[in-house]
Structure formats: C-alpha cells, structure tokens
C-alpha cells in the first residue's frame, strides 16, 4: 500500500499532468480528488479531474465537487492561459463517470477523521479555498494531516518569487488570499512551493524534451504534449507548477527547503494576495514569530524533469 495522498485541484493543464504524475505512481495510493474553482469554474474542473482519471485508466479514484468561489471575493478564471475547455482546449471526450454527490468539504473532514494521525498527505495545486473551510470546521485536521503540500506564494526567495497574477500575488494564492491564510495559520505541517522554484527555467518543458514528449509513444505522453502546445505557443516553454510540487511526495531528496513565518496580504489595493515570508535571519528567534511553514527554496532540476518525464510516459 502507498502512501494515503488526496489531489485538491483546479485543472487546468498542470493540475492535470499532475494527477496523471500521481496515478502513474505506485508509491501513492489516491484516496480521492477534490476539484475547486480557480483556474476554471468548479464545473469545468470537476469535468476535467473526471476525463483526466478516465484518460489514465483511474476512473475508480473517485471526484468530490468542491467550493465555486473564494471565501470572499469574486472568481477571475483563466482560460486566457488554460484554454476554454482549461486542458489547453484539447478534444478529450465528456466523462463517462460522475463526481460524488458528497462535497468535497466533507469528503476532507470525514477521511481525514476515519484514518490515523498522519496517514494523509494532502497535495494541493489550486486556490485553497476547499482546505481553508475544511480546517474552519474542523481545525483538528490541521494535526491529523500527515502536511499539506501546497503549490502557491511567491516568497522572495530569489527573483522569480514575485506574483504572476500580479507583480506580487501568485495566482492560486491570489483566487483566495482569505484561505491561503487560514491555512497558513492553522498549524498544520506545510510544505509550500511556490513561485521562487517552480517558475525557474531549468524546471520547465521546453524544446528537445517536450519533442520527446510527442514522440515518446506513450498516451499520457501524447496527451501531456497536446495539452503543453498552448503553453510553448505561447510562452516558448511550459512552467509545470502543480506536477513540481506533487513531485515532493515521490521524490522528496530532489527538494531543499527552509522554515519562515509566511503570512498572506488580504487587504492591499496593490499587494492583496502577496505571501509575505519572514526572511530576517539576522533577527533573534525572540524577536520574530515561528515559523509556520517550509518553503521551497532550491529544487535539483535535471534530476526533478527527468523523474515527472519517466512518470508521465508510463501509460
Ligand atoms: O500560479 C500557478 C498556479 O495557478 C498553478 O496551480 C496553476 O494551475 C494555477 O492554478
Ligand atoms: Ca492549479
């Protein structure tokens, strides 16, 4: 048996790698998806995780529908980035299955009180808006969470760890600062990865390594570099946020960290959404707040590429 993971998720096209990144992983066993609005709407995510499950041959995982909007404010989806239909608007046929009646809220608070502390690793790659208001309820999940793997934040750390949604806030963090905080305060172990390395040239698919993607003859393969073409069209490469941080579950050597007290902007005009680390070393611990998350610093990029390329062209 692998280890007890749940996706909370908003595909998008990198949340999608990442499931299959996950269900090409023996080493996970996935309790469960939980979909949340951010990239696209909950019901375009939720049709997404389902076709993504489908595709791999995991339609048994099963798709708890989650929160449509941030705890306060409005949504702003992408599909500028993410396509109309947010899988890069690749022909993927309807799903032949169906989310679960239970909300995902519910789905979180129950499983995580039906297994022993520190059984479950949750790994989430969208807006926190689902885990935020799952804590709220039952902030005993904080503690019994084994951590929560968050993609998100932007923290200083080195020049790409600034905002992408703006020039300080990343975009899951941006969807829903009120979360973001909730989560960061709630004591829960947190592995945070943010823009400072997922953001970094050498860790995103481009040129030779995405040709092989096309060529690899595998179908996640084929699948992964059809829903990528929008991204290189784009971009001239494609940043792989979600796959990076899910990566840490299966790889988590490849990964450097450091501890900070990380807070969130909820109110600036200009900065709402940015994540503010306390970087100060040359402060006495006294003089400071604990740290209450590790955040990503440095990551082994070669290595980490070569693994989610292995991983993706198993099936
Ligand atoms: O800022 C990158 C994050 O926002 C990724 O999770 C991507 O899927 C989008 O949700
Ligand atoms: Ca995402």
Request: with cysteine; net charge negative.
């Amino acid at each position: 048996m692998g280890r007890k993971v749940i996706l909370d998720v908003d595909p998008g096209i990198d949340d999608a790698i990442a499931i299959i990144l996950a269900c090409n992983s023996p080493e996970i066993e996935i309790l469960g998806v939980t979909t949340v609005a951010g990239n696209v709407s909950i019901e375009k995510a939720t049709r997404n995780a389902l076709r993504i499950l489908e595709y791999v041959g995991c339609s048994h995982i099963p798709v708890y529908p989650g929160i449509s909007k941030p705890i306060y404010g409005e949504l702003h989806t992408i599909e500028s980035i993410h396509g109309e239909n947010g899988l890069g608007d690749v022909g993927l046929p309807d799903p032949n299955t169906s989310p679960r009646e239970r909300h995902a809220v519910d789905f979180l608070r129950e499983i995580v009180a039906s297994e022993k502390p520190g059984e479950i690793t949750l790994v989430a790659t969208g807006p926190l808006t689902n885990v935020a208001t799952a804590l709220l309820l039952d902030p005993s999940i904080a503690r019994r969470l084994s951590s929560i793997i968050s993609m998100g934040g932007a923290f200083g750390t080195n020049l790409y760890g600034c905002g992408n949604q703006t020039p300080r806030a990343e975009f899951n963090v941006a969807t829903d600062p009120v979360a973001a905080k909730l989560v960061y305060q709630s004591g829960a172990e947190l592995y945070l990865f943010g823009l400072d390395v997922t953001m970094r040239p050498d860790v995103s698919i481009k040129g030779d390594l995405y040709r092989r993607l096309g060529s690899s003859g595998s179908r996640c393969g084929e699948l992964v570099y059809r829903m990528l073409h929008r991204f290189i069209d784009m971009f001239g490469s494609a940043t792989i946020h979600d796959p990076i941080a899910l990566s840490y579950v299966l790889r988590p050597h490849l990964f450097d960290f450091r501890e900070a007290y990380v807070d969130v902007e909820i109110c600036g005009d200009v900065t709402r959404g940015e994540t503010v680390a306390d970087l100060r070393d040359w402060l006495p611990p006294n003089l400071k707040k604990p740290p209450n998350a590790k955040i990503c610093i440095d990551l082994k990029a070669k290595e980490l590429l070569d693994f989610i390329f292995s991983r993706i062209i198993l099936k």
